[in-house]
């Protein structure tokens, strides 16, 4: 009885080194973009972790020191038509009191704050903290009425 023709296992046996060569081959590429992706992302992540300590150490001198500050105190908008309403915007640090004169309402220390006013003309409003210790600091900005 004749044998079947042996042609299509004789054909998968020549292919079988270069297939198993191909295999290596492509594991290894696959291994190195592994390796350069994680390298990469190594830098990427030092670089993140280097601007993150920069900021920490900026808003460790803003907000955290311990020492009185008077962040932001602007008026917004800075001019008004006579009649017309205004912010007084105020950021403080440190501080256990806060003033505004000029009659505005009584206010707490914040790092964010706006409280409304509608002067009749131009007018200087200075913001007075204090904190536990007995320091003060003061700022000013000018509200105009045309």
Known sequence: ???PPAAPFQMIRKMLPYTAA???LAMIYVGWVFYSRSNENSEWQKQADQ????????????YGSGQL???LFYAVPAV?????AAQLCYSVGNASTVKIDHGV???KP??????????IHSTTYTLSAADDAG???TQSVTLEVR
Request: some cysteine.
């Open 22 to 24: 191909a295999a290596c």
């Open 1 to 3: 009885m004749p044998q």
């Open 135 to 137: 320091h003060q600091a």
């Open 69 to 71: 500050k008077i962040l």
């Open 80 to 84: 008004v038509t006579r009649g017309g």
């Open 51 to 62: 601007k993150y300590i920069e900021q920490a150490q900026k808003n460790y001198e803003m």
């Open 110 to 119: 914040s790092l964010n704050r706006c409280v409304p006013v509608q002067p």
């Open 105 to 107: 309402e009584e206010i």
